[in-house]
């Protein structure tokens, strides 16, 4: 049986609130804790109950969603539910769920919901007891591509792109373009076998064939920008001394 996830809506129109209530409704594994109709009410419920998903307006009286969000010290999963575009960079900076413009139909709604469980799913899974072998790490992930899921082998990816919103991944074989943030593709790929090089590039480190100056160019052809703060923890992953640096000068 499914984990119940403990979710709370705030927002200042009743409508809202009340589609909502019903959009939660359809989803069986969400628990709704309550509906509020301010921050200050939200504010109250997030410091005295254990919520695991917001779904939140951001523009309301005296505190905004924004402000609500950043005042907290536990922060739960959010999604933005608004009928505004002006803080599309403050809900990424916050590194929220999702961002959905009203009026949104449940089937988009219902997108943003699996991703919050997906990221639950991930956060929930239960650490190996000591003395116990751990299980296998996931060699593969699936993605969401038009209307089909793919299956994703991490060592055919060459490179994932950022994309404003959505993201690219090269693979060997094909190309996916998914509606993800560079953040959450970043928790998910192996650490191990994976690197940020930039804020719109991560890059499998078997797919590196030459460094030249701040790019990487791939097996695969492909030239990709190394940001200066990505660099040195590149070198270090690459095994790449201070020598060797010196004689690429």
Do not use: W
């Not at 009286?61 to 739960?76: C, D, K, Q, T």
């Not at 492909?222 to 690459?238: A, M």
């Amino acid at each position: 049986m499914e984990q119940q996830i403990r979710c709370l809506v705030v927002d200042d129109e009743p409508f809202a609130r009340e589609l909502m209530t019903t959009y939660i409704s359809k989803v069986p594994q969400l628990e709704l804790v309550a509906t509020c109709e301010n921050a200050l009410e939200a504010l109250e419920i997030l410091q005295q109950d254990s919520i695991d998903l917001l779904f939140s307006d951001i523009r309301m009286p005296n505190i905004n969603g924004v402000e609500m969000i950043r005042s907290l010290s536990h922060i739960p999963l959010v999604i933005f539910t608004t009928a505004s575009r002006d803080y599309a960079v403050e809900g990424y900076e916050l590194d929220v769920v999702d961002y959905l413009m009203k009026p949104f139909g449940f089937d988009r709604l219902l997108k943003a919901i699996n991703k919050a469980k997906a990221i639950l799913q991930q956060r929930k899974q239960p650490a190996a007891a000591p003395g116990k072998e751990k299980s296998s790490p996931a060699t593969y992930m699936f993605v969401k591509d038009g209307q089909k899921l793919s299956k994703v082998i991490f060592d055919d990816i060459y490179y994932v792109e950022g994309m404003k919103d959505y993201i690219k991944i090269v693979t060997a074989r094909e190309t996916h373009i998914i509606y993800q943030r560079m953040k959450h593709m970043e928790d998910l790929l192996p650490d191990n076998q994976f690197i940020r090089v930039h804020k719109s590039y991560i890059v499998q480190l078997n797919a590196i064939k030459n460094i030249i100056g701040n790019t990487a160019e791939l097996i695969n052809n492909h030239t990709i920008i190394i940001s200066k703060q990505y660099k040195s923890e590149l070198n270090k992953r690459l095994g790449i001394t201070s020598d060797a640096r010196e004689g690429e000068e």
